[in-house]
């Protein structure tokens, strides 16, 4: 018996290689590969079977058996030996096949004169897509290098296989997801929403042909149009409707001054004069710039060099003739984008009607492509580490972005919950559609403002869609986030002049710049705290850097003039730093006094109370504040003393704990009591239960994210408030950890509609 050493079967991929790459039909080379590893590991026969539609097995090649049973023979997957590796993915080897129960004789091949078998699966992308046996006279036991060896050779003939010219790539996807592997992977959760369709893979490398140029004068000729063709799209695409305002035009924006970075041109250019094409001259500096991206850990220069990327990507397409998209074939009506990264404008070449979704095997929440696919309403995972080495064209897949999941040809009954689960949530939106015009008010007659957060000025549109009273958080940040650089009074005076316009006088309340923490400025150099959530943050920094602040609260007079103006400030510990805040304000309400412009008609201040200390300060701060809104993200952080970042033990503390429900209760009885609103503006207020019970402490507002309106509104106009908070006092004194099981027992009980 010849056992197959190492060397062996290196020789025989090498030969593999060069009958592969050799000419021929698909057929042809199969028939020569077949014959190849028959005589190399000193088999009597060698035999390649095909997965065909439906799940079937078909021999395509083989050299041994009887040649007339080439495309007869075909098995069941689970049928035979053959059947049997494919069912399980793995390989089989027997020294005495026929006495093996799942031997399943077919006459046509001739096959009953050898003995010993042994075969593995050709996989492609986790998925088998054929099997390649070897079959002996003797009773010949294989070795385990030799399974190994024939596993190789299945893996570089998994290429040929797939390559479609056996078979259509079409047929080796098997249209009703029932594959042999389905898998689940898990990633970052970028953007939420859940798409159900086939991948599409994105691929943008284009191979170069020509690396040396005859005449530098026309390769710089052929970049500057390419570089005029692209920026001709880009005006193309701010023309679009969907493009005249947002965070994801400034992204495009930033990305329109790349065409125009000298740097990056002239380093080009000199490639170019050394004698490469325009081609070979972008792809060279593009792989300098990729190099150093991979040293680079700032996130915010990695972006900036991930738009490099997409740009270099589109100039070789333009470079080589082709327009992006319309090269790329027809999109299924239902994509599954899938990419390594993306840049913020290739997003674009696909039509967002037919995206389901996105994933990435990179990204970060902050990136552009994530910002440009929330705008876009498209569900993102990022960090699907391997995605692209597991999934093939055409796959069915199911992208779960709220529980940043992804499901590669998942079975019946994964797609059955998600088809119901997509269902359901078009239902209830239609349901909470038609609540949109009626007022939040319990059963027993209390009236909620329920209020909306923001961040984006895409998020306006949801103000009116989903009937919320005004936006009760207006998060300033975010857009300072996505630029390279802090926008100056004008930029910003202007956006908030937008938002305060899309509100139609339903009331903004804009919290002034509130990062720090988890949001880092890009264009500041932050500290390197160990404890971030507890470091200069926020108000902290606002209050160090008046220019900023200032600056701030003049946009936001200048866009509320002749309007109502509310503002907010973040991160109040004491009542000193409101006072001080104010002081500032009132400098810059002066300063638009002196310069003649005109006032808002009403400005009314207030503070967020998030750091406990300020509860023990309410008397003295109720008189010098218009409002008050609990953010109860960063009180519980504090309150509990647990890292709301830290996933080990941001869930080990529930808001709905006797702590923090006992803290919120007294500061709303003081408020009350004061005749100053008070509002809770953190998540805890967009989810029902939660809701409920905030209503029993006494708060009569609650601004929450779009979504969560209609099933807060639900739930609120289902409630009887006057039992709960009676049921609420006897509550509070319990010892108990969390009071949730008890609180939906009373909300199951009292049909509360959670
Ligand atoms: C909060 O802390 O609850 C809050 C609303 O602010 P942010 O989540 O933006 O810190
Ligand atoms: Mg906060």
Redesign the pocket.
């Known amino acids: 018996m010849a056992a197959a050493t190492p060397s062996v079967s290196r020789r025989l991929l090498a030969r593999l290689r060069d009958v592969m790459a050799g000419g021929g039909s698909a057929e042809e080379r199969l028939d020569k590969v077949v014959q190849l590893i028959a005589a190399d590991m000193v088999a009597e026969v060698c035999s390649c079977y095909v997965m065909r539609a439906g799940e079937v097995l078909e021999l395509f090649a083989t050299e041994g058996l009887k040649k007339d049973a080439v495309h007869k023979t075909r098995l069941r997957v689970g049928e035979g030996l053959v059947g049997d590796v494919a069912a399980h993915a793995r390989p089989l080897a027997l020294a005495d096949a026929q006495s093996h129960p799942h031997f399943a004789y077919r006459p046509e091949t001739g096959e009953e004169i050898f003995h010993s078998l042994m075969g593995v699966p050709i996989i492609r992308g986790g998925r088998v897509v054929g099997v390649l046996v070897v079959q002996n006279r003797t009773q010949r036991h294989y070795s385990d290098e030799e399974i190994e060896t024939l596993e190789t050779v299945a893996m570089v003939l998994a290429e040929l296989v797939a390559s479609g010219e056996l078979v259509s790539r079409e047929e080796l996807v098997p249209v009703d997801g029932n594959a042999l592997l389905p898998l689940r992977l898990e990633g970052l959760r970028l953007n939420g929403g859940v798409g159900i369709g086939v991948a599409v893979l994105h691929q943008p490398r284009i191979t170069i042909r020509r690396l040396v140029a005859e005449d530098p004068e026309i390769e710089l000729e052929r970049l500057r149009l390419a570089l005029t063709s692209i920026k001709t799209a880009l005006d193309e695409l701010f023309s679009r409707p969907e493009m005249r305002d947002g965070e994801h035009r400034d992204v495009l924006e930033t990305y329109r001054m790349f065409t125009e970075d000298k740097g990056w041109l002239s380093r080009i250019g000199e490639a170019i004069r050394t004698g490469l094409t325009a081609d070979a001259a972008v792809q060279k500096v593009h792989e300098d710039t990729r190099a150093r991206m991979s040293q680079v850990t700032d996130p915010y220069l990695r972006e900036r060099l991930h738009d490099f990327e997409d740009l270099a990507n589109r100039l070789l397409q333009h470079l080589a003739g082709e327009g992006g998209p319309a090269s790329r074939g027809e999109l299924p009506a239902d994509a599954i984008l899938i990419a390594r990264t993306m840049g913020p404008m290739e997003l674009f070449d696909y039509d967002p009607k037919r995206l389901r979704a996105l994933v990435l095997e990179e990204g970060s929440p902050t990136m552009h492509v994530a910002i440009v696919a929330r705008a876009l309403d498209i569900p993102v995972v990022g960090r699907c580490k391997e995605v692209l080495d597991k999934v093939e064209v055409l796959d069915p897949v199911i992208v779960d972005g709220d529980n940043a999941q992804v499901f590669l040809r998942p079975p019946d009954d994964i797609r059955d919950i998600f088809s119901d689960a997509i269902r359901q949530r078009q239902q209830r939106a239609a349901h909470y559609a038609r609540l949109k015009d009626l007022p939040a008010n319990t059963r027993d007659g209390e009236s909620v403002r329920l209020m909306m957060n923001a961040g984006l000025l895409l998020d306006m549109q949801h103000l009116h869609d989903s009937g919320a009273d005004g936006i009760g ?1 207006y ?1 300033t940040e975010l857009p300072f986030m996505a630029r390279s650089s802090l926008p100056d009074v004008d930029a910003q005076t202007q956006l908030y002049r937008k938002i305060l316009d899309q509100a139609a006088g339903k009331p903004v309340v804009f919290r002034s710049l ?1 990062v720090g ?1 988890d949001k880092i400025l890009p264009y500041w150099n932050p500290y390197d705290e160990d404890n971030p959530a507890l470091g200069w943050r926020s108000i902290r920094i606002t209050l160090d850097r008046p220019a900023v602040l200032r600056h701030q609260l003049r946009a936001l007079l200048r866009a509320a003039s002749g309007r109502e103006l509310r503002i907010m400030f ?1 991160m109040i510990a004491e009542v000193a730093e409101l006072v001080q805040a104010r002081r500032v304000l009132d400098l810059e309400i002066e300063h638009e006094r002196e310069s003649g412009n005109q006032l808002p008609v009403a400005i009314k201040v207030g503070t ?1 109370l ?1 750091v406990p200390a300020l509860a023990f300060q309410l008397d003295a701060l109720l008189p010098l504040v218009d409002f008050v809104s609990i ?5 519980a952080q504090f309150l509990f003393a647990v890292d709301r970042g830290n996933p080990r033990i941001s869930e080990r503390y529930d808001p709905l704990a006797p702590a923090m429900l006992s803290f919120i209760k007294s500061v709303a009885d003081k408020c009350k009591a004061a005749g100053v609103p008070l509002s809770v ?3 805890m207020a967009g989810r029902p239960l939660e809701a409920m019970s905030l209503i029993a402490c006494g708060v009569h507002i609650l601004s929450v994210s779009s979504p969560s309106i209609g099933p807060v509104k639900t739930m609120i106009r289902s409630l009887e408030v006057g039992p709960l908070r009676a049921y609420l006092a006897t509550l509070l004194r319990l010892p108990d950890r969390s009071l949730r099981d008890k609180l939906k027992a009373f909300a199951i009980d009292h049909g509360v509609i959670l």
């Open positions: 958080l998060r509130d923490g973040p967020m998030e953010g109860s993200n960063d009180l503006c953190g998540e």
